[in-house]
Nanobody
Framework: QVQLVESGGGLVQAGGSLRLSCAAS????????MAWFRQAPGKEREFVAT????????YYADSVKGRFTISRDNAKITVYLQMNSLKPEDTAVYYC???????????????WGQGTQVTVSS
């Protein structure tokens, strides 16, 4: 079993930046692909970004491309999401996930964190 714990959420003004972190409990998670999803009130969970187990491949939703960067440090078994030029529509609970490949479908991920709230004010 892998436990994921997100941190770094908060309130920021539009145009600002935040960095989310996701710490994993098990060394074996360094062999998993990792992803970030988000869910706004009344909306479905939405893909944000994913990164392969070795960091060699990363993919982004069109809505965040050029503004967000996903990265990982396997020595620290931690994944990051650097969010720049934030917009009010980025407001959501952000979830970290681990799975067997780089997918945009949240059903393909096995382990999930509890989420961290990001609120962007206009």
């Amino acid at each position: 079993q892998v436990q994921l714990v997100e941190s770094g959420g908060g309130l920021v003004q539009a145009g600002g930046s935040l960095r989310l972190s996701c710490a994993a409990s098990a060394r074996t998670s360094s062999s998993y692909a990792m992803a970030w999803f988000r869910q706004a009130p009344g909306k479905e969970r939405e893909f944000v970004a994913t990164i392969s187990w070795n960091g060699g491949s990363a993919y982004y939703a069109d809505s965040v491309k050029g503004r967000f960067t996903i990265s990982r440090d396997n020595a620290k078994i931690t994944v990051y999401l650097q969010m720049n030029s934030l917009k009010p529509e980025d407001t959501a609970v952000y979830y970290c996930a681990a799975g067997g490949g780089v997918y945009s479908d949240y059903h393909r991920y096995w382990y999930w964190g509890q989420g961290t709230q990001v609120t962007v004010s206009s």
